[in-house]
């Protein structure tokens, strides 16, 4: 096993599957079955999902809304995402538990990063929602900040891309795949992997990100035990 302890970053639209919105209890299901796959390997897992299949504060302040407004109703979109999540978990006879970055019990008990290295410790998934609590943050930067403050050994964002390209893989057929990649040539080349707050977290605090498709089965496993999946992006 390469990694004993990871942040999985999940996006909220990835939940929606098909659709544009809502959850694909299929999805749901596939991404459960990969985490516990990863517990039982005696990995140590936390999730941060993001909520952008329920709603989305930036794209709501568009729509007329105030912005401290629309990233809080995004928090508690996360906050579905995740409960939903836990109880796939549960479903397939894994164990979970929702730590929400704002009071919210009995719904998940108030994020404490001591109480969340000792769930991961007892072989149950951490599912850390709210994003940080604060509006103008994102759930990028909220995985960002977690996964350095629980001592992750590397930070995994789940996509519907197999890495990191050149260019948008699915408006430029001739887009060259990185395997690695620094996070300096990143910004140079302004490549898109989190936003800048998130992403300078990481370089700062030498996090490694590795970008891969989460929704093929078997990835996610496979990229803990070390094998060479999706794109790394390191100092």
Request: charge should be negative.
């Amino acid at each position: 096993m390469k990694y004993s302890r990871i942040l999985l970053k999940l996006s909220g639209e990835s939940l929606a599957g098909n659709g544009n919105q809502g959850i694909d209890d299929s999805v749901l299901t596939e991404y459960a079955k990969q985490v516990a796959d990863v517990v039982n390997e005696g990995c140590e897992v936390a999730i941060v999902i993001g909520g952008g299949n329920i709603f989305r504060g930036l794209s709501g302040t568009e729509s007329g809304f105030d912005r401290v407004k629309g990233d809080q109703m995004g928090m508690l979109a996360t906050v579905i995402n995740s409960i939903a999540l836990e109880s796939a978990i549960t479903r397939l006879g894994g164990r979970a538990k929702v730590f929400t970055s704002i009071r919210m019990e009995p719904v998940g008990e108030l994020y404490n990063r001591d109480k969340v290295l000792e769930v991961m410790k007892n072989k149950a998934v951490a599912i850390l929602s709210g994003g940080t609590g604060n509006p103008f943050f994102t759930t990028d930067t909220a995985s960002a900040l977690r996964a350095v403050e629980i001592g992750a050994d590397v930070l995994l964002k789940g996509t519907r891309v197999d890495g990191v390209y050149s260019a948008d893989p699915e408006k430029v057929p001739s887009a060259v795949k990185y395997d690695m990649i620094s996070f300096e040539e990143v910004i140079n080349k302004r490549l898109k992997v989190m936003d800048s707050t998130a992403f300078t977290m990481c370089r700062d605090n030498n996090m490694p990100i590795i970008v891969f498709d989460m929704n093929t089965p078997g990835n996610l496993l496979n990229l803990v035990k070390g094998e060479s999946i999706g794109t790394v992006v390191s100092n």
